[in-house]
């Protein structure tokens, strides 16, 4: 009943950016899966560690880019030949290399959309809450401390893996039980 | 990473000399007297136009790799010293270009209108004679125009020696003070070398059309050259594997970045080449107009469009993935494939100066003088090489740049 409604984590803390990156690397190869890891900035080997899979950003960029360039190359087609036909200095209606510059905008533009809200999508990002944010101590991941959360289900025993936290350097140890997101 | 610090430790002894030197001497000085042969027996206009589309190509490379060096050192970059040595043995190969040049000099006639009694000159009349006469007297005349060779090789031998000789003697010393030397160096040198390759581009490819000018030509040049230079980097690094030899250093995070910045340069090649011809074409100015317009209408056309799509489009879309820039036997081939484009850039700047409406036209001296310049160029390459360390093993940031990961 109780494991519909709520979510359990342990998290550790760990001293070093490095600690927590090896840890995390022992923890997967003992089987722990849905990990995730926190610190005030971006961790080397940190994906790797968690074993995450090839990130899915580079096609969204693709096709946020693609989308623009078609975007560019049909509205100035349809602007510049259909809506409101121009003669410029004799030039073809249809004059392409004077849209390479906007379509090459619109494709960075697009491709830039695609990156930035692609990636907040797959992070689920904003993310106004988390069981995470129970534990006081855990606001020191903004500032200084390097975290890693373990999850398990509500109402099963965490020992096992608290004691194998505390066996792997982590300095603090703590369970949070919050509503799931 | 581990791997990368044990190999770190084991001696790394100097390059022995490579038995392909005698073999690229050999072949070059065989191809260079068939090219010779061709100049003043055949067909003499074709010979000497595929001798300055092959001198042009290596030697912008050369002065590309001294660049790349240059803005290496400006920058105070510490990932690509594993690769420095090689940058450094390109760019030190510059002085047997002024001996290669005799090749474009015996030429000078069949290329260039502007040069005194080129028979080129005949087809110029009427006002585009005046114009051209303003030319000749303010620049383009023999005088002048050995004054800025003399002044192109000057430098381009000076910085690139003078770089390499301070890093083969911390091979020895290990001296910090030489790091420093070549740090504050660099930077003052790219002015210099900025200016002389882009009026190098003016002479020897721009000139070839006398009325036509375009500020950018230089770049354009630059660009292409540029791209070679790390597509051959790129080459030498994948094939340099072996006892002595840097590649087993060398991580895939190296490979990543160099094919990374192929793919930037590949951008960067477009971007420039694109930027010339719009404004030609928006301004549709009758006395720039018929550059584009005999490359861009007619027998040219397909060639042109050609261009487009296999030196940027597809590369573009190739270079893209990340997995291919991690795998150095695959991005060896896309640098292969580039290196080819890149010549296949300036038979189109040149061959149209030639042959005009008639279009693309094949003649066995391109071939021919392409395997020459480059066989000699290559050659004088690996004698520079021998007996040295394939690279900088005293440099303080060495094993900095053998550790490197992808920040």
Redesign the interface.
């Known amino acids: 009943m109780e494991a519909k409604v709520l979510d359990s984590w342990v998290l550790a803390e760990f001293a070093t950016p490095d600690i927590l990156v090896d840890a995390t690397n022992q923890m997967r190869e003992k089987g722990y899966q849905g990990m995730d890891t926190y610190s005030p900035y971006p961790l080397h080997g940190g994906s790797e560690a968690l074993g995450l899979p090839p990130s899915r950003v580079p096609f969204i960029a693709l096709g946020g880019g693609l989308t623009g360039m078609c975007t560019a190359l049909a509205m100035q087609t349809w602007m510049n030949t259909i809506d409101y036909p121009l003669n410029i200095g004799g030039r073809p209606l249809l004059s392409l290399p004077a849209w390479i510059p906007i379509t090459f905008e619109l494709s960075v533009l697009f491709a830039a959309f695609g990156i930035f809200f692609g990636l907040l999508g797959l992070s689920r990002l904003p993310q106004p809450y988390h069981v995470a944010f129970e534990s006081e101590a855990f606001r020191s991941a903004s500032t200084h401390g390097y975290w890693l959360g373990v999850p398990f289900a509500a109402g099963t025993d965490s020992s096992e893996t608290m004691n194998q936290l505390k066996a792997l350097g982590a300095t603090q140890v703590t369970i949070v039980t919050g509503e799931k997101e | 990473m581990s791997s990368a610090t044990s190999t770190a430790t084991e001696p790394m002894g100097r390059f022995a000399g490579s038995s392909k030197m005698g073999l690229a001497f050999g072949v070059g000085a065989v191809c260079l007297i068939a090219a010779l042969a061709g100049f003043f027996v055949g067909d003499a206009s074709a010979a000497a136009h595929s001798y300055l589309i092959a001198f042009a190509y290596w030697v912008g490379i050369s002065v590309a790799s001294t660049i790349m060096l240059a803005i290496f050192h400006t920058a105070k970059a510490k990932w690509p010293i594993v690769l420095r040595r090689t940058m450094e043995t390109m760019g030190a190969t510059v002085p047997v270009f002024i001996v290669l040049f005799v090749g474009v000099v015996l030429g000078l006639k069949q290329l260039y209108s502007w040069w005194p009694e080129s028979p080129l000159a005949a087809h110029i009349e009427g006002i585009e004679k005046v114009h051209l006469g303003h030319k000749q007297h303010g620049y383009l005349f023999p005088t002048f125009f050995w004054v800025r060779q003399a002044i192109y090789f000057t430098v381009w031998t000076l910085v690139s020696w003078r770089l390499r000789s301070w890093s083969m003697k911390q091979d020895e010393t290990g001296e910090l003070e030489l790091t420093v030397k070549q740090r504050k160096f660099a930077p003052g040198a790219l002015p210099f070398l900025a200016l002389t390759i882009t009026f190098a581009a003016f002479d020897w490819l721009m000139s070839l059309t006398p009325l036509w000018q375009s500020t950018i030509y230089g770049a354009y040049y630059f660009a292409g050259s540029f791209l070679a230079a790390f597509c051959l980097l790129t080459v030498v690094t994948v094939l340099a594997q072996g006892k002595d030899l840097y590649g087993s250093v060398v991580t895939t995070a190296h490979y990543h970045n160099l094919g990374k910045l192929m793919f930037a340069f590949t951008a960067f090649w477009a971007y420039i080449g694109?930027s010339q011809?719009?404004l030609v074409?928006?301004a549709?100015l009758p006395e720039e107009a018929p550059w584009y317009g005999i490359r861009i209408f007619g027998a040219w056309r397909p060639l042109s469009i050609a261009l487009v799509l296999l030196h940027f489009v597809l590369p573009f879309f190739t270079l893209?993935s990340?997995n291919l820039k991690l795998q150095p036997r695959k991005l060896m081939v896309v640098a292969l494939y580039l290196l080819l484009m890149h010549w296949l850039d300036l038979y189109w700047l040149v061959w149209p100066a030639m042959t005009g409406k008639a279009g693309p036209s094949f003649h066995w001296t391109l071939p021919v003088a392409f395997v020459g310049v480059g066989g000699i160029a290559v050659g004088f390459a690996l004698m520079l090489a021998r007996n040295k360390f394939t690279l900088p093993v005293k440099d303080p940031y060495i094993t900095e740049s053998m550790r490197y990961?992808q920040p």
């Open positions: 694109f011809f719009l074409w928006i549709n893209l990340r990961v």
